[in-house]
């Protein structure tokens, strides 16, 4: 496996085992504004997107209600739904294995700037990375740039790079930006799915992913 210097994470389905929270965050602020409610499948691929763009996704022929529903999401992630949220098993030990061999770690999310600066301090990780960019700061994945401002501004070559993400949109945001992705399964994605985009490898288990990438 590659020495890489920098490992940029996706935080939902990556970090945070936060996917039943966004799917029954979606559904309540559906029904708060009187549209259907999506199939939890539905919204779980939405799942990276910003949310203005997952709104459109999810509600294409309720465009007079979107920010109606964007209102009503943040209202029930933040202050109504309390669906747990827990870090993955070994996050933490495996960021600190990384960060205590040198390696440089950021954050590429679909969050909001504020929602990511809240959990940055609720969960304790903020020291552990350099930097971190969200849906406020660049275009919604899976376009490159989030990606691309944090190899700018870190001055890191792209083949020094690697993407962590559970979704094909991460996954097509890495190869957008011409960086090596890594897959993991505990989020929303199998591994059959994130490989159409061509990982290095797919895991199921920060344990695996530490075997992966700490030196030994």
Request: glycine share 4%.
């Amino acid at each position: 496996m590659t020495a890489y210097k920098l490992v940029i994470f996706d935080w939902d389905g990556t970090i945070m085992d936060s996917v039943p929270k966004i799917v029954n965050c979606m559904r309540q602020a559906a029904l708060t504004c009187g549209v259907v409610a999506p199939s939890d499948e539905a919204t779980k691929n939405i799942i990276g997107l910003s949310l203005e763009h997952a709104v459109a996704s999810l509600f294409p022929e309720h465009s007079t209600v979107h920010t109606d529903l964007i209102v009503a999401y943040k209202h029930q992630y933040k202050f109504v739904d309390v669906t747990p949220t827990p870090l993955f098993t070994d996050v933490v030990d495996t960021l600190t294995a990384l960060k205590n061999q040198g390696v440089l770690l950021a954050v590429a999310t679909g969050k909001s700037r504020a929602g990511l600066e809240r959990l940055l301090d609720e969960t304790q990780l903020r020291d552990y990375f350099v930097a971190t960019r969200t849906s406020d700061d660049a275009l919604s994945k899976p376009a490159p740039d989030m990606l691309l401002q944090l190899l700018v501004e870190l001055n890191i070559r792209h083949v020094d790079a690697l993407m962590i993400g559970d979704t094909k949109i991460d996954m097509a945001m890495a190869k957008a930006a011409n960086i090596d992705r890594l897959g993991v399964t505990m989020g929303v994605h199998n591994a059959q799915q994130l490989s159409e985009f061509t990982p290095i490898a797919t895991v199921d288990s920060y344990q695996q992913l530490r075997t992966l990438l700490v030196n030994r």
